[in-house]
């Protein structure tokens, strides 16, 4: 089919016009570097292009002589006439001189970054938002999600303080797609495909961009977007930089972080060989206050008239349960290094690309759990430390083939992520024979606060270690890609019409597995006799009364040097912390002499083991139709996907040790489809300011990894109703999207976009509570196809299956969810005035309003018939399948970012201010009695940097300088607000020294 396709387009555009080509270079004068988006025309038409990310630029033109004219803001233009044969190319490498108008040397530090994110944006044939090379790497943030933080639609995650993942436009990320150097990179997380993008230096990239929009040529599985992550080559001239960071954490109070780079580039051999690296070391200090109020399920009230007898007027109340405390002091260690090389000749260029992050992680928690309904066990903590190493790889070949006009280019990578956790955990619980209980009336809608000042003590040496527990996850991902692009050119002279035919495929293979072994030592009842006593003899200063069944006294690991200082600013006091080093070393101690005292924990080590494999064939083809100012990109994508997923059904067992029934069974499950994604983006110039933009296209979401797993855990107490089960018969999410875009364009004041946007999401995965799978027959109003798109009951262990047992299941909502808003964005600067102080100013302002509509299913109980085989006839109890609307998951309200950047001489300074709005947290309750948020968020950060002599520069990053607190509330029945989670992860600052040339 490619060949046929090459000979019809080749013979209709030949048979019109045999062409020639022009190519080459644009680049600066002085410092020789590249100059991305520089415009490229052939004087007196419309003919030209945009030099790409590494400054290159081609056009295909009829055989001629053309006067060349390339245009750069903040540069001289030029003129260059060039003589063009047929099949033949031109070669005209340009070298552009800054104005003097401008006295571009001393402003171009952050005037250069916006400026090439500028052309790049407005050069693009498609929507999207970019941080450049230059902005990354001159005034670079924590990490690549930071630095995308600040684009328009982008809302962050973060982990004690730290952006993690990216939501785009209100989309939940694991709904997103991440690539690197347009390879995906797969997520190290057990459960969904969320990326975690913390362990991703900056220098390693040279810029990133998102992509709102998407051509048949991207990957269909990114409803929200797509962010790729760039790596560049070398460039002609030989460079080298190295960087020396250190840094402070007011919750340590201490200078303790540390970061050093390093990199170079250099071609060889006529600048046809290229090596390029990088490499960086770092070690953070991390910390975290966090607080959770927990609240009992709504209880129904009963309306009563003043004679006792029911009004009808029944309501729903809620108490405060209990609190939950902890104190996260982490050391992340990130280890990266990037290497590139690369091989230009006129018919091939052949990259190779490897990107390697290794990232080391140690964490101690200390974790305070109050609660409120239980008085002989009020209080327990939990002491554990966590070792958690992260790997991600990709190693990218690429090749690009030009021949007779059309270019051919094949994409081979593999890419791991890995992850390998071990867990030392020691639980604490109290023992208080005399505690008091607390009126439940009095924890009605009471904040956690004001109980925990009155009950929020407790007594240490109640304390007991009842278990010692050891445990390790470890989840892998390969991925293997084989990616192909043929790009033909064709001309039809009749319609002035200048196009490109792009054809190819992919075809991609992924291995995923995730696996749990834990084990533990009891140290309670019968079954702490053998470890007492093993214990007595390894440890002598162990004081462990003979007959106490409770667990071994806190008396023997009380830490005196203890000290958490002012938890959440004061807010809030924690107790005790028991010595984590003695834990530890008399963990290790007794697993290395008697290991066949920790039992295996069937339960916890089977649950979350699973072994995935995806194979992925996709095909596409694309028409790039450009007519006068009018750019048309029609095109369609098929993506073919087998899937086989191999879990395990359990018999939960909370008597045995193992805390399972015998051995759990291997299941496995399979599934194919098949879909198409039609999609069109159009660019139309309306003159040298205005262009609008429109793309129609439809993009996918596959099910989260732990949704589809076959697992099924059942109890064999049949008074635990609860079960815990899946469903591997979920379909993906698809999606139709419709963007528009509004650019205002000008080389002095800079570009104004305005990109409204609208998303309906079919099958969006969501999960029905309080299923009974042994109830079905009682399901009334079910929509169609419901008992097909569920797992049938012969798929759980029905032994041990009661009319009683029931789950949260996950389905694929028959109703659409719709997303839909409107970004704004300005990006300017003030080069233009004479005025040196205040050409330096640079702006960059974005906001976006975002709204969300989903229905949310639940089961109403209902009666649908009477019982009369009994004395007393009694209600038929049916569960009636209803609806109720909400904003979906993870979507803030509002999202703006002012970014002002000042630079003059050798200095460069950026104050940003970020604010994120009321994001709803979960799908609220089916009540309407509850509904969760997460309150607005607002940092301020600045950055700092002095350059001395020639090539030395100091800087300083100072981040979340007003101590914001992220938090999270639920709000019943509109009026009570109370705290659900608060995380305090305090300020940070960053100074250090970076030498280039």
């Known amino acids: 089919m490619l060949v046929i396709l090459y000979f019809v387009t080749t013979h209709y555009s030949f048979a019109q016009q045999e062409l020639g080509t022009i190519k080459g270079v644009v680049r600066d004068s002085s410092t020789k570097e590249l100059l991305p988006g520089a415009s490229v025309v052939i004087k007196g038409t419309t003919k030209g292009a945009y030099t790409d990310f590494d400054g290159n630029y081609e056009l295909k033109v009829s055989p001629g002589t053309y006067l060349l004219v390339v245009s750069f803001t903040g540069y001289k233009g030029s003129e260059n006439l060039v003589t063009v044969k047929v099949n033949q190319t031109s070669t005209v490498n340009v070298v552009m001189t800054p104005g003097n108008q401008l006295d571009e040397i001393v402003i171009s530090v952050q005037v250069k970054g916006q400026l090439a994110a500028i052309r790049e944006q407005v050069s693009s044939n498609k929507i999207v938002n970019l941080v450049s090379a230059e902005k990354m790497q001159e005034l670079p943030d924590a990490n690549v999600a930071e630095a995308l933080g600040r684009l328009p639609g982008i809302s962050l995650q973060r982990s004690s303080g730290e952006a993690q993942k990216i939501i785009i436009r209100g989309v939940a990320p694991e709904n997103n797609n991440i690539t690197i150097a347009g390879v995906k990179l797969a997520s190290n997380n057990a459960s969904d495909r969320s990326v975690d993008l913390s362990m991703l230096q900056n220098e390693m990239f040279s810029g990133a961009e998102v992509s709102k929009t998407l051509r048949p040529d991207m990957e269909a599985s990114a409803i929200g977007g797509t962010i790729d992550l760039r790596l560049a080559k070398a460039n002609d001239r030989p460079s080298f930089n190295a960087m020396y960071e250190g840094g402070y954490n007011n919750l340590f109070s201490k200078i303790g972080d540390t970061k050093f780079s390093a990199g170079g580039s250099a071609r060889f051999f006529n600048n046809k060989f290229g090596v390029k690296f990088q490499g960086s070391y770092e070690e953070k200090l991390v910390s975290s206050h966090n607080f959770n109020g927990q609240y009992s399920d709504p209880i129904l009230v009963l309306g009563t008239n003043p004679d006792g007898s029911l009004s009808g007027e029944d309501s729903f109340i809620s108490r405060t349960t209990g609190a939950h405390m902890s104190l996260n002091n982490s050391v992340r260690t990130r280890i990266a290094g990037n290497l590139t090389l690369d091989y230009k000749s006129p018919l091939v260029d052949i990259s190779l690309f490897n990107l390697i992050n290794f990232n080391p992680n140690k964490s101690t928690i200390r974790e305070e759990i109050f609660n409120f309904e239980n008085a002989r066990n009020p209080f327990s903590l939990k002491a554990s430390e966590n070792n958690n190493d992260k790997y991600v790889s990709t190693h990218l070949l690429e090749t690009n083939f030009r021949f007779l006009n059309t270019e051919l280019s094949f994409k081979l990578s593999y890419s791991n992520t890995k992850s390998d956790r071990t867990r030392k955990l020691f639980p604490f619980k109290e023992v208080n024979l005399s505690g008091e209980t607390i009126d439940p009336n009095w924890l009605v809608f009471k904040d956690p606060k004001e ?492 950055s700092l940097r002095q350059r001395f002599y020639k090539n030395f520069e100091l800087f300083l990053n100072a981040n979340n300088i007003t101590n914001y607190v992220d938090e999270r509330f639920v709000v019943y029945n509109n009026e009570h607000r109370l705290p659900l989670n608060l995380n305090y992860f305090g300020n940070r600052i960053k100074f250090g020294l970076r030498y280039r040339f």
């Open 451 to 942: 109980v925990l000042e009155i009950y929020g003590q407790t007594e240490i040496l109640n304390n007991r270690l009842i278990t010692n527990d050891l445990a390790n996850d470890y989840v892998n991902d390969d991925t293997y890609n084989l990616d192909l692009k043929w790009k033909i050119p064709f001309k039809i002279e009749s319609l002035n019409l200048d196009g490109k035919l792009t054809v190819g495929g992919l075809l991609r293979r992924k291995e995923r597995s995730s696996d749990t072994n834990y084990q533990y030592v009891q140290y309670q009842a019968g079954s702490g006799r053998g470890p007492r006593n093993v214990s007595l003899e390894l440890f002598p200063w162990m004081d462990w009364p003979a007959g106490d069944l409770q667990g071994i006294p806190s008396s023997n690991f009380i830490d005196q040097n203890y000290n958490p200082g002012e938890f959440l600013n004061g807010e809030y006091e924690l107790s005790w912390s028991p010595d984590m080093n003695k834990l530890i070393e008399m963990q290790s101690e007794l697993y290395e002499k008697y290991p066949l005292l920790f039992n295996f924990q069937g339960l916890q080590s089977y649950k979350n083991d699973y072994i995935n494999k995806e194979e992925l064939f996709a095909a596409f083809i694309m028409f790039e139709l450009k007519i006068g100012s009018l750019l048309v990109l029609p095109g369609i994508r098929m993506e073919a996907a087998n899937t086989s997923f191999s879990s395990y059904s359990i018999i939960a067992n909370g008597i045995n040790t193992s805390g399972v029934t015998g051995t759990p069974t291997p299941v496995s499950s399979k599934r194919e489809n098949k879909y198409f994604f039609p999609s069109l983006n159009m660019k139309l110039k309306l003159n040298n300011t205005l262009s609008l933009r429109g793309a129609i296209f439809k993009s996918i979401s596959r099910p989260n990894f732990n949704n589809l797993s076959p697992r099924t855990i059942v109890d064999s107490n049949e008074s635990n109703r609860e079960i815990d089960s899946k469903n591997p018969l979920l379909r993906p999410s698809i999606a139709w999207n419709y963007d528009f875009s509004i650019e205002a364009y000008n080389s002095k004041l800079g570009l104004i976009t305005i990109n409204p946007f609208y998303k309906r999401i079919e099958e969006i995965q969501v999960s029905v509570y309080d299923y009974f799978p042994l109830r079905n027959e009682r399901i009334v109003n079910a929509p169609s196809g419901f008992f097909n798109s569920i797992p049938a009951v012969d798929s759980y262990p029905t032994g041990f299956l009661t009319n009683s047992s029931y789950f949260a299941l996950p389905i694929n909502n028959p109703d659409k969810a719709e997303f839909y808003g409107v970004e704004l964005s300005v990006q300017t600067n003030l080069r233009y005035l004479k005025n040196k102080l205040l050409k330096g100013f640079v702006f960059d302002i974005n906001l976006s309003f975002i709204n969300s509509k989903t229905k949310y299913p639940y089961f109403k109980e209902v009666v649908i018939g009477v019982d009369n085989s009994g004395f007393f006839p009694q209600d038929i109890i049916g569960y009636e399948y209803s609806t109720r609307e909400g904003k979906m998951s993870s979507q803030p309200d509002f999202i703006g970012n002012v970014i002002i950047g000042w630079d003059y001489k050798g200095f460069s300074s950026r104050i940003s201010y970020r604010r994120q709005g009321v994001t709803v947290s979960d799908g609220g309750d089916r009540l309407e009695f509850k509904q969760n948020f997460k309150d607005d968020l607002e940092l301020v950060d600045i």
